[in-house]
């Protein structure tokens, strides 16, 4: 009877169950609807796994001894909360994957990746309100910056940066950005369709010009060098992926390249994917604090969404060669499916509007505005 | 208490926005300047007969690329975190299906 007692079918309550259910309900959207199934697949495992009773696979004791420490505490500790490496790795492989060419052809649209970082600070000064108007101390300054990260659409740095800020909210943020991300094709048609009239949606850009080898080589060493210089807290997000880039566009060392893009971004995903989905723990996630974060995370990426279209029809009263507004949309990171929501939307009006290439632009630009805000945030506050 | 938050969060706020924007501002002028140098090489090339495939050129305006090209531009394939670029086979064969009606 005792074996009863201590099994975890006599510890399991109520909160557990829901979330094994979460867990079950991640696992069945990344295999039926085939959405986002390298984030929800191992997370929903991971869910599962820390509602299970009795494991200790979360634990975590700095002072014990390592063996008696759980197996998803350890990784967490080691790999995020404390030495904060997985998000850097998975930049590695990011860098690789990514080619600078539409930022170098036409380097005015790095600024959209700028406005769109709106939604990081609405949903920061919104975290901070609501504690002030509704729960006192719902959420303290760093946590509010860990949550208004979730508006730079960008899983890895929203990791980085929750992991330094607020490791609690972890689990949550990084599903809220992850989710949201996937849910782009949802929130930003209607508000793109709202901002912009027919002329601007039809607006056709200069086709982009060929970039040559060099530009695309010197391109990532000497923003890398300037970013870090400016933003130095920034440089574990930054240096990563622009070595990343170095590896893919030197030509010279492929089996660097790939390694990065295959085998290192696909380990790292791994073990930060069942581990986040571990810190969904029924204690932590059944709060008003979680309910408070989904909301956050749809003002914010709705936000960036607005701040770059309306940035793009700011510039178009200033530049000869006019942008289409549909690609200040693409500027909240969410690489690639924002820049492929911007080239369907104009598409709608114009068959032959080719936007595609010209919203990789801010798209790749949000992805280093977003890292140096978060930089940002964690020097001031980390 | 909340007074001191509160100049924090306003630090944070504006040393935020400047960051994002004075680093963007920086790279545009570094990319700008970049492509100065690079094109005035390729033209003293071009002058001396050697000009090479390397070089940066402008392509009129609203002539698509073939499909392939247009793709490549923004070739980010085959990442986990990037998985929704599967379907970018799917949008090639659409811009190509763009192409081909135009040029017919």
Excluded at chain 1, 191 to 205: F, S, V, Y
Aim: charged share 15%; glycine share 10%; with cysteine.
């Amino acid at each position: 009877m005792e074996f009863l007692r201590e099994s975890g079918f006599a510890q399991l309550d109520w909160g557990n169950g829901l979330l094994i259910l979460v867990g079950i309900g991640f696992i069945a959207v990344a295999i039926i609807k085939r959405a986002e199934p390298y984030v929800l697949f191992p997370m929903g495992l991971g869910i599962i796994l820390t509602n299970l009773p009795g494991t200790g696979l979360t634990d975590f004791d700095p002072s014990g001894e390592v063996q008696a420490s759980g197996l998803f505490g350890i990784v967490f500790h080691y790999t995020l909360s404390f030495w904060n490496i997985l998000p850097p790795l998975i930049f590695l492989g990011l860098g690789a994957l990514t080619d600078f060419g539409p930022i170098i052809a036409n380097p005015k649209t790095m600024l959209l990746g700028a406005a769109a970082q709106l939604g990081i600070f609405v949903a920061f000064w919104l975290a901070l309100a609501l504690g002030f108007f509704t729960t006192p101390d719902l959420f303290s300054l760093k946590e509010a910056g860990a949550i208004g990260i979730i508006g730079g659409a960008d899983g890895p740095t929203t990791i980085f940066a929750s992991a330094k800020l607020a490791p609690d909210l972890l689990g949550i943020t990084a599903v809220v950005a992850y989710s949201y991300m996937a849910s782009v094709v949802f929130i930003q048609p209607p508000l793109m369709r709202l901002l912009t009239t027919r002329r601007e949606r039809a607006i056709q850009m200069r086709t982009l010009r060929e970039v040559s080898k060099v530009e695309k080589l010197v391109f990532p060493a000497g923003a890398m060098i300037i970013i870090i210089l400016l933003v130095p807290s920034s440089a574990p997000l930054i240096a990563m992926f622009m070595i990343g880039n170095l590896f893919g566009e030197s030509g010279v060392v492929p089996r660097l390249s790939n390694a990065a893009s295959n085998e290192i971004l696909n380990i790292a995903t791994i073990f930060l994917m069942i581990t986040i989905g571990a810190q969904w723990n029924a204690d932590r996630v059944l709060a008003l604090s979680t309910l408070a974060i989904m909301g956050l995370g749809l003002v914010a990426f709705s936000c960036g969404t607005i701040g770059g279209i309306l940035f793009a029809k700011l510039m178009n009263l200033f530049v000869k060669d006019k942008v289409n507004p549909l690609i200040g949309s693409a500027g909240v990171s969410a690489v690639p499916m924002a820049a492929r929501i911007s080239h369907t939307i104009g598409q709608e009006t114009d068959p032959d509007n080719f936007l595609l290439p010209h919203a990789m632009g801010p798209n790749v630009s949000g992805v280093i505005g977003s890292a140096v805000v978060a930089g940002v945030f964690i020097s001031i506050l980390g | 208490m909340l007074e001191f938050d509160l100049n924090r969060a306003l630090e944070i706020t504006y040393s935020g926005v400047i960051a994002a924007f004075i680093v963007l501002a920086f790279l545009i002028g570094f990319t700008t300047l970049l492509s100065r140098l690079t094109r005035n090489k390729a033209r003293a090339r071009a002058s001396s007969g050697t000009a090479t495939n390397e070089t940066a050129s402008e392509i009129p305006a609203h002539v698509p690329l073939t499909a392939t090209e247009v793709a490549d531009t923004s070739e980010i394939a085959g990442s986990p975190h990037m998985d929704d670029w599967k379907s970018y086979g799917r949008l090639e064969a659409f811009l190509s299906r763009g192409v081909r009606r135009r040029d017919g």
